[in-house]
């Protein structure tokens, strides 16, 4: 069960082989994963984004605890398991192609710079601590993100 768990928290293993910036690296599923999310109805969106937040604690926990290193930069469940928080309610699928470059390094950017309160929050221990944090960038993206989505349409 370790395995499974440290697996699904290096985002299928991607935190583990990046030599560099294994965080941006391990949120490639996190796209995936808000193309899906997007395809339900925005009521829907929310409690599945709560759920994967609520999800994703355990896995970072687990796997804290197996690399013995606190908020390790290789656990990146954070990332792409929360990356659908900052798409609510986009509709992706009618935006251009390019369009979730430049969502990707919003989130990205956001994450990387932490804005108040997201970089207090790492304190926190255990996967909640690793967790909160992201959950709190990922609003910032969202508002970001649809920033971009009006100026497109």
Do not use: H
Request: charged residues 10%; proline residues 7%.
């Amino acid at each position: 069960m370790k395995k499974l768990s440290l697996f699904v928290a290096t985002g299928f293993g991607l935190g583990l082989i990046a030599p560099i910036a294994p965080g941006t690296i391990g949120s490639l599923p996190g796209v995936v994963l808000a193309y899906a999310v997007s395809l339900l109805p925005v009521v829907v969106q929310i409690p599945v984004c709560l759920g994967l937040a609520l999800l994703a604690v355990p896995f970072c926990g687990s796997a804290e605890k197996t690399l013995g290193v606190k908020d390790d930069g290789r656990i990146t469940a954070d990332e792409w398991m929360l990356y659908p928080i900052a798409f609510i309610g986009i509709p992706l699928l009618s935006l251009p192609w390019w369009s979730m470059i430049v969502f990707f390094c919003i989130v990205r950017a956001v994450d990387i710079l932490k804005p108040w309160p997201c970089r207090g929050l790492q304190s926190i221990n255990g996967g909640a601590g690793i967790v909160i944090d992201d959950f709190f960038a990922n609003l910032y993206s969202l508002a970001l993100n649809w920033g971009v989505c009006l100026a497109l349409r």
